[in-house]
């Protein structure tokens, strides 16, 4: 609208000056006596309405070409839009095809796959699971034990590897047992070697709160008079230097409080089950090096978590130091193995 009244406000004033003209000459003419002064006026008046009537005109061809400018340029604005709708509308195709394909896919694919492997987790589980529970009524009912018995598993050794203890108990005979951790196997080794009718445990445990709680356990049992907790905190040890990968890496620089191994004597069995993995690099190397001197000739020692890579390693290591050892792999829950001298 802005653009049509700056076209029509030129032609208007074009008009009045044509008008404006047309009167004066007309005055002239009247004042030289050529016309009448009547005769003047009406030419004027006609004169006036002519220019308006002209302005009028070219205003509504102005006006024409305007509305028919406006309707090219809406059609124009359409036929962008419509391309443009009709882009998108095919863009929002190809991706709904594709994501069509990508569920497509895992449908066929990815679900049957995680499936299966959830499936067969399922039942590896399953199996595992059924193993310790047959392994724990095992024990239960040959050790005679009392009828609400700690836990096991997790945090604590699995009922298989105590299954292997209790063998080796019960072949052995040991005048003493060494456990490097304590806790609910404290309890159940102590149910061992009461049905061995002879043989003490001493356990070592690190953290005081939990040897305390460890000794309360032991005693809710009245196996005090076999298993005995000893406190011993972390102190120094020397460290090595290992290859991990191919990247040189220092050992744990602690192990338990040697002082704790005082009257160790006639040791013929070690249950490796501590320091925790934490605590630092191949924690666990120092129990065969520091307790073999307290050891029988044919001390056995049983290395828990030995599935885990650092546990197989330190295994290395005793068998590199100590050619006279072998090892055998038990098949435990966490993995188990069991060293001892050749042909013994």
Do not use: N
């Not at 049983?302 to 650092?310: Q, S």
Request: hydrophobic letters at 45%; proline letters at 4%; aromatic letters at 4%.
């Amino acid at each position: 609208m802005r653009s049509l009244r700056r076209l029509l406000r030129p032609l208007l004033a074009a008009a009045l000056v044509a008008g404006v003209l047309a009167s004066v000459a007309l005055a002239v003419a009247a004042g030289l006596g050529l016309v009448t002064w009547v005769e003047a006026g009406t030419l004027v008046a006609l004169a006036l309405l002519a220019a308006l009537a002209c302005g009028l005109g070219l205003g509504l061809v102005l006006v024409r070409r305007s509305v028919r400018a406006l309707e090219e340029s809406v059609r124009e604005h359409a036929r962008t839009v419509s391309q443009a709708l009709g882009e998108d509308r095919l863009e929002t195709r190809r991706s709904l095809k594709d994501l069509r394909e990508r569920v497509s896919r895992i449908s066929d694919q990815a679900l049957p796959k995680a499936s299966r492997e959830l499936r067969r987790a399922v039942e590896v589980q399953g199996r595992a699971d059924y193993e310790q529970q047959v392994a724990w009524a095992e024990l239960r009912d040959h050790l005679d034990t009392a009828a609400f018995m700690p836990p096991l598993r997790g945090w604590a050794a699995s009922p298989d590897v105590l299954r292997v203890l209790v063998r080796h108990i019960e072949r052995l005979r040991p005048e003493t047992v060494v456990e490097c951790g304590s806790g609910a196997s404290s309890v159940w080794l102590g149910y061992a070697l009461r049905r061995a009718g002879r043989g003490r445990l001493v356990a070592l445990e690190h953290d005081a709160r939990y040897a305390e709680l460890s000794r309360a356990l032991v005693a809710s049992h009245g196996l005090d008079d076999i298993v005995e907790v000893r406190h011993a905190p972390f102190t120094p040890i020397g460290t090595d230097t290992v290859s991990v990968d191919g990247e040189e890496r220092t050992t744990a620089d602690r192990w338990y409080d040697r002082a704790a191994l005082a009257g160790l004597a006639g040791v013929g069995l070690v249950f490796v089950d501590g320091p925790p993995q934490a605590t630092g690099l191949q924690v666990r190397h120092p129990a065969l090096p520091l307790l073999l001197p307290h050891c029988t000739e044919d001390a056995v020692f049983v290395l828990d978590d030995a599935d885990r890579p650092e546990e197989r390693a330190v295994g290395d290591r005793w068998l590199a130091a100590h050619p006279e050892f072998h090892r055998t792999e038990e098949q435990a829950e966490k993995g188990a193995h069991v060293f001892g001298r050749k042909g013994i």
